[in-house]
């Protein structure tokens, strides 16, 4: 019952910006977006969430659209340890997960 | 500050068996929420707790899994009996709170394989 669609998987360079894209077109005016990340063989982990306004934070920036109804999550500097599934998600009252991006940093 | 602790890490069983996981949330932490991670996909919340009662468990098979949190602070999930398709990583997490802006914390998971 995820309430998001990303794309499958995506690859960056090391360095570069990565911009993971998220559409959330029936999201409800009390909905916040969040971001999780899971690297492999381990729990995943909150990056950043928001609600109308851009967000910034030490891990990553947060774009959300004036519609609400997509936002991007940028990795300003992306490096190997970035590789991770990346989440996006309308929280409620409870955290559903996706398939989420799998982003892979090339070096 | 020590984060989730969850044991044991793998746990290999034949169906029909039983298995039990334990999680030690954040120090503090009101709020624990068990998932199950299928390979593949994203974590699917099971159940989730508030101090020691049950706040959601709609997603939890209740004919063969079971948790609690006796004392509001560590909890264990069961499954009696085990099926080939309970093969998976099982995910306890922690917040302040319950509400709705409240970060999780998760564990590192206990994966599942049952034969």
């Known amino acids: 019952d995820a309430k998001t669609t990303q794309p499958t998987s995506m690859d960056c360079a090391e360095g570069r910006a990565a911009n993971l894209p998220c559409n959330h077109s029936?999201?409800?005016?009390?909905?916040?977006v969040y971001w999780y990340r899971q690297i492999h063989s381990q729990g995943p982990q909150y990056i950043i969430h928001?609600?109308?306004n851009n967000e910034t934070n030490e891990m990553a920036s947060l774009i959300i659209t004036e519609d609400r109804k997509s936002s991007t999550l940028i990795l300003p500097h992306a490096t190997l340890r970035d590789t991770a599934v990346y989440y996006c998600?309308?929280?409620?009252?409870?955290?559903?997960f996706g398939a989420g991006t799998t982003v892979t940093v090339r070096a | 500050e020590a984060g989730v602790a969850q044991s044991p890490r793998y746990k290999i069983i034949e169906k029909r068996q039983s298995v039990a996981f334990w999680c030690n949330p954040i120090s503090g932490h009101a709020t624990l929420y068990w998932y199950q991670q299928i390979l593949g996909q994203g974590p699917k919340l099971l159940i989730q707790f508030q101090n020691n009662g049950v706040v959601d468990d709609s997603q939890l098979p209740k004919d063969r899994f079971s948790a609690e949190r006796l004392k509001g602070v560590d909890s264990t999930l069961k499954i009696q009996p085990a099926k080939l398709e309970d093969s998976a990583v099982y995910l306890c997490?922690?917040?302040?709170?319950?509400?709705?802006?409240?970060?999780?914390?998760f564990g590192p998971g206990t994966r599942l394989t049952v034969l």
């Open positions: 997490a922690s917040s302040l709170r319950q509400d709705s802006y409240n970060e999780q914390f």
């Open positions: 928001g609600l109308k």
């Open positions: 029936t999201i409800s005016g009390n909905e916040y």
């Open positions: 998600i309308v929280r409620d009252y409870k955290l559903s």
